[in-house]
């Protein structure tokens, strides 16, 4: 895990967030049976709350997309790639 101080408060909240939306339905699953969850962040690093939300064990086996705007840390693609998530980066306009 990367130390506290390298990682804005707003991340973990926000994967916190993220979790709470794939309850509610925010997320997309699509006609191949890939999740695809967006994430309009900036940089994320891995932290007990990003690892907490990829490594879920209540969104099924089908294939889990990241769509973020941002940068991952290598730890933290490392850790997403482990957890059995692909990540996509999409264009901010």
């Given at each position: 895990m990367?130390?506290?101080k390298q990682v804005p408060k707003?991340?973990?909240?926000?994967?916190g967030k993220i979790g709470s939306s794939i309850e509610r339905g925010v997320n997309k699953v699509?006609?191949?049976?890939e999740m695809h969850v967006p994430v309009p962040v900036d940089y994320v690093?891995?932290?007990?709350?990003?690892?907490?939300f990829a490594?879920?064990?209540d969104l099924g086996t089908a294939?889990?997309?990241l769509l973020h705007t941002?940068?991952?840390?290598?730890?933290a693609a490392a850790g997403l790639?482990?957890?059995?998530?692909?990540?996509?980066?999409?264009?901010y306009p």
């Open positions: 990367e130390t506290a707003t991340v973990g909240h926000f994967f699509k006609a191949s049976g690093t891995w932290t007990e709350q990003v690892a907490g490594q879920r064990d294939p889990k997309v941002g940068q991952l840390s290598a730890a790639k482990a957890a059995g998530w692909q990540t996509v980066v999409i264009a």
